[in-house]
């Protein structure tokens, strides 16, 4: 079935039948890529530019390893080895960029919307790594995608979304797509890091990290970003780490059978102990490899409709 969607900018908005065509779809990528030989000819011919203005480690290497896997042309753009360093702008190097005859764009950029003015730029198909504090649609989509490979099904699941949520990309693109999934959604954090405006989306607010525990089934437990300024909205990493951080001891006090996921890169013994990053509950690595597969699912549906 054809997506809806001409890009992938993020989950507002995104129906129910183009997540589930995009999770079903993974499936059968998720089978490919555990294969001797993980390569299929779908994307032959199409040449895909990733262009990270952000730094990565899984999402930049997860899209350029979906792309290879599905034989596209598979080109990375750094900033620091670019003419961005010689003052081009952000237009003039998409449009010199797309002079060469790419076919999909993959951005990551520390500004909002950038996926979106993209699109009026470019007649490439656009898919958001990552904008800002805005969305990260394939970090959802694999989250959804490891959720339900765990559980089953997402319908009436509880998720919470442990940590600075004000801050996070991840968060908000989990919101609207588990809320869409029909999955219960809620929040937990300190209240300097919960947006005021989080209860129009028609999640939960716990403040409590143990109230949140024993009222989910799943906690996507999200990286405090230091490097978003995000120290200075409480006291001291020690005392994030005393009320907010998932130890063993703190699982074990409330429920002990609850999912574990987190996006990476993990900030050890702060939101998570090194023990629980590592334990039985948690599904960290089943994220990664489960993205490789939800990539190749949004790159081959959107790269083979018009
Ligand atoms: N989860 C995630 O986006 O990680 P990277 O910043 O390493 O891509």
């Known amino acids: 079935m054809a997506l809806s969607i001409k890009h ?9 039948e183009d997540i589930q065509e995009i999770l079903d779809t993974a499936v059968t990528f998720r089978e490919v890529i555990e ?3 993980k390569k299929v000819p779908t994307l032959q011919g199409k040449t895909v530019v990733n262009l990270f203005y952000e730094n990565s480690t899984r999402t930049r290497i997860s899209f350029e ?7 596209a042309d598979s080109l990375n753009f750094s900033v620091s080895t670019s003419s961005v360093t010689k003052g081009e702008s952000f237009k003039d190097t998409v449009r010199n960029i797309e002079a060469m005859k790419v076919d999909m764009i993959v951005v990551r950029h520390a500004s909002a919307g950038v996926p979106q003015y993209l699109t009026r730029i470019s007649g490439s ?3 958001n790594a990552g904008d800002g504090t805005h969305e990260h649609p394939t970090q959802g989509l694999l ?12 319908e009436g699941v509880r998720v919470c979304i442990v ?26 954090g300190p209240a300097t890091m919960i947006p005021p405006f989080i209860k129009e989306l028609g999640v939960d607010v716990y403040y409590n990290i143990d109230d949140a525990i024993q009222a989910n089934d799943v906690l996507n437990v999200l990286r405090i970003q230091l490097e978003r300024k995000a120290r200075e909205y409480f006291p001291s ?8 951080g998932i130890d063993t001891q703190r699982l074990e ?8 996921l987190h996006p990476g890169p993990i900030n050890r013994g702060v939101e998570l102990s090194a023990e629980v990053a590592d334990g039985e509950h948690q599904v960290i690595l089943d994220q990664v490899t489960n993205g490789v597969a939800v990539r190749m699912a949004v790159l081959f549906l959107l790269g083979t409709q018009n």
Do not use: W
């Open 125 to 127: 198909k656009i898919i």
């Open 163 to 188: 940590g600075d949520i004000s801050h996070s990309r991840v968060a908000l693109s989990n919101i609207y797509g588990l809320t869409t999934m029909g999955a219960k959604v809620s929040v937990c």
């Open 35 to 37: 294969r001797p030989i």
């Open 237 to 244: 990493i020690r005392e994030y780490q005393k009320f907010y």
């Open 8 to 16: 992938l900018l993020g989950l507002d908005g995104v129906s129910r």
């Open 253 to 260: 006090k409330n429920k002990k059978d609850v999912l574990i």
């Open 65 to 71: 390893l979906a792309e290879r896997r599905l034989s």
């Open 143 to 154: 989250d959804m995608y490891s959720i339900r490979e765990k559980l089953g099904h997402l």
